[in-house]
């Protein structure tokens, strides 16, 4: 029986799964025999990647990355037994979920869990300590906090490894003996005594940086796209000519040939002088093969091989750019992009360009990003240029296949998924001479009011910007509420973030930098306020002083209260001044209209139904809004008996929607008929 299944793809063969083994039994017993032999992963073949007694466990197949983070290394406790068993203990509860008292967490969860708790035991093997309970001693903790501040940790680092230490709290249980720490570490209080760092919060490019870096990728990436086939014809005409100076290589030295990159036995000793070697016995030179792209694209210098691998990373980092920079896409949601991930779609009559790919932070689905029409070029043209590639990668999780960003490092290996954007990215800004001036660095320090101390540290005034993937997020929010592009209700929604204050979080500074270059029609301002005041005025008035009937949490209150009005409610110029002053508020959408303003948390402008049952008492809604959810019970309904093949995710959240169409239809007294999902029975 496993515990941990979601750790495997549903192709992953069963028999070759890892089973449940009492590993707690053999520590307790002392048979470190048996518990060393414990198999801890295996691939899909059944080969063992890592058993409990190894110092590196390699769980590649639970990990499915290209990332570099595909095991844990146990190898600085090597001397010190106790320690080492321990910390492996840990590492192997949280990997198999054997705490009750949450949810089973994703490997990326697990991973950055082992390396937060390696803080610890670093420390506890400082101090010669043989377990965690060693910090059950005022006197160690002391000194456990004493160790942390020399660091100069800032206190979302302190936070994260207070909560391992609460997580190996909770397996207690699982290990059957206490560490004897008496409770929760409160992680907020303790991580803001230890540090007067706040979160450091990913800068926004500057915007003259901004757009030389996307203007660049822009312009690298339309005029590459008439000679797309070409380029990547050169990419496989070097390899398959460095192929034929190998074979010849390789054939001289099976007939006894010797060399000086080889010994007496035809073993190749100096693998530098083999590469000569093969360079020099290629039928072709790498300059007569790229001569005729560069007649083609004059503008860029190709005279050699390292001009042509150059050019074509900088063309594979620019489609990357403008996949990033105009989607604010995650790393790990730009890493599934694949061939076929843009589609344009038409809405009233307007052409949106759209991004589809997988998120993972609040549990995987798919999704699409609204983005800028370049995105089609640079897919076609990442495409092109890595198809050749993507037929030879071994992929970690075979159901994110052919995703776009791949590389061949060297002519004699084989091509990988891209995991190292950082330096990429930065070498991008490096060769093209991106370079930050006075007022780049003036302009960071006003637009990042949270990340002084991370401006001092990395914007160096002279040198290359040092351009990472999460800017392009950064940066997207800052300007879209800088020049009002956009809201922040819209950034939420593109962002996939759960609630608005993480989306307000990405846009800090942003609204301070378009105050500062408004300039407010005073008059104007007052007359749209007076016109905003009294329609909000009118339509409350209205709720309150008719006999029409209303749905929502706060609708039926009011129908309730309508023989009894309360003094706030009671007249059109009572309403107008509590509208004016602040006290009343009215938001609508769509869906409904909702009293509580900025106290509410959003949910319902993805989730509507969360709005019918409003938990914060604040949902309207009108016959207007009744007919809403009314076209959307029939437009549900008739989609969920289409028979698509739709996920249990996506029923239970069309159901809900369904519901509460029916919930307020009900209300108002309109004909429907109730919709009777097609439930399946699953043998167990």
């Not at 050019?311 to 750019?321: D, E, H, N, S, V």
């Not at 800028?372 to 198809?387: G, M, R, Y």
């Not at 800004?429 to 990395?458: A, H, M, W």
Request: charged share 25%; aromatic share 10%; hydrophobic share 35%.
């Amino acid at each position: 029986m496993m515990h941990n299944p979601h750790l495997y793809t549903g192709d992953f063969p069963r028999q070759h799964q890892v089973g449940n083994v009492d590993v707690i039994r053999l520590y307790h017993l002392k048979d470190w025999d048996s518990l060393n032999e414990v198999v801890v992963c295996r691939d899909k073949n059944g080969g063992v990647t890592a058993r409990f007694g190894e110092n590196k466990w390699c769980l590649m197949p639970f990990a499915r990355t290209p990332k570099g983070i595909g095991s844990f290394n146990f190898q600085d406790w090597d001397n010190t037994p106790e320690l080492l068993v321990e910390f492996k203990l840990l590492a192997y509860g949280w990997l198999f979920h054997k705490s009750v008292r949450s949810q089973a967490h994703k490997y990326t969860t697990v991973y950055s869990r082992v390396i937060a708790i390696k803080v610890v035991y670093r420390f506890l093997k400082q101090i010669k300590a043989n377990s965690l309970s060693e910090l059950s001693n005022n006197k160690s903790f002391e000194a456990f906090k004493a160790y942390l501040v020399t660091q100069d940790r800032h206190q979302q680092g302190l936070k994260t490894i207070f909560a391992a230490i609460n997580r190996a709290i909770c397996l207690e249980p699982w290990l059957k003996y206490s560490f004897g720490l008496g409770g929760k570490i409160e992680t907020t209080l303790l991580s803001k005594a230890l540090s007067d760092k706040d979160t450091r919060q990913t800068l926004v490019i500057p915007e003259r940086l901004s757009d030389a870096i996307y203007g660049k990728a822009i312009e690298l990436i339309e005029e590459a796209i008439p000679y797309q086939k070409s380029i990547a014809k050169v990419e496989s005409d070097l390899q398959k000519n460095y192929l034929k100076g190998k074979d010849i290589v390789d054939a001289k030295i099976k007939k006894g040939f010797r060399f000086c990159c080889t010994d007496d036995n035809g073993n190749i000793v100096d693998n530098h002088n083999y590469a000569l070697l093969i360079c020099d016995n290629q039928p072709l030179k790498s300059s007569e093969i790229i001569h005729s792209l560069s007649i083609q694209i004059p503008s860029i210098k190709l005279s050699n091989a390292n001009d042509f691998q150059r050019y074509l990373g900088q063309l594979i980092t620019a489609c990357y750019i403008v996949c990033g920079g105009f989607t604010g896409m995650r790393d790990s949601e730009l890493g599934k992009l694949t061939p076929n991930s843009y589609f344009k779609d038409n809405i009233n009559g307007r052409d949106f360009h759209m991004l589809q790919s997988n998120t993972f932070k609040l549990g995987e689905k798919r999704e699409t990003w609204i983005t800028a029409p370049i995105a089609k070029q640079a897919i076609e043209l990442a495409s092109t240029l890595t198809k050749a590639w993507r037929r030879q990668i071994n992929y970690p999780d075979s159901r994110y296949v052919d995703t776009l960003w791949c590389n061949r490092i060297a002519r004699s290996k084989p091509p990988v998924l891209i995991s190292n954007w950082s330096s990429r990215l930065q070498r991008f800004c490096r060769q093209i001479g991106f370079v930050v001036t006075q007022e780049d660095y003036q302009e960071c320090l006003v637009s990042n009011p949270r990340s002084i101390v991370r401006i001092k540290q990395s914007v160096v005034i002279g040198q290359p910007w040092k351009l990472s993937s999460h800017q392009f997020r950064r940066s997207l929010a800052f300007y879209t509420i800088k020049y009002r592009l956009g809201s922040k209700v819209a950034l939420k929604q593109q962002f996939k973030h759960l609630y608005l204050a993480m989306t307000e979080w990405y846009t800090n500074g942003g609204q301070l930098a378009s105050l500062r270059d408004l300039r407010l029609d005073i008059d104007m301002q007052k007359n749209l306020d007076e016109i905003n005041t009294e329609m909000i005025t009118s339509k409350i008035f209205q709720q309150w002083h008719s006999d029409q009937p209303l749905s929502g949490t706060m609708g039926k209150a009011i129908i309730k209260m309508r023989g009894n009005v309360p003094h706030i409610y009671s007249s059109w110029e009572t309403i107008y001044a509590a509208v004016e002053k602040g006290t009343l508020t009215l938001h609508g959408t769509a869906h409904s209209y909702c009293k509580n303003g900025y106290d509410c948390d959003m949910e319902g402008v993805v989730m509507p139904q969360f709005c019918v049952n409003c938990k914060g008492q604040g949902s309207i809604i009108d016959k207007d809004q009744a007919l809403w959810w009314q076209k959307r019970h029939k437009s549900l309904v008739r989609y969920m008996e289409l028979g698509e093949d739709i996920s249990v995710t996506d029923k239970s959240h069309y159901i809900t929607q369904i519901r509460a169409a029916e919930k307020v239809m009900a209300d108002f007294d309109m004909f429907f008929t109730s919709f009777v999902p097609d439930l399946k029975v699953m043998n167990l």
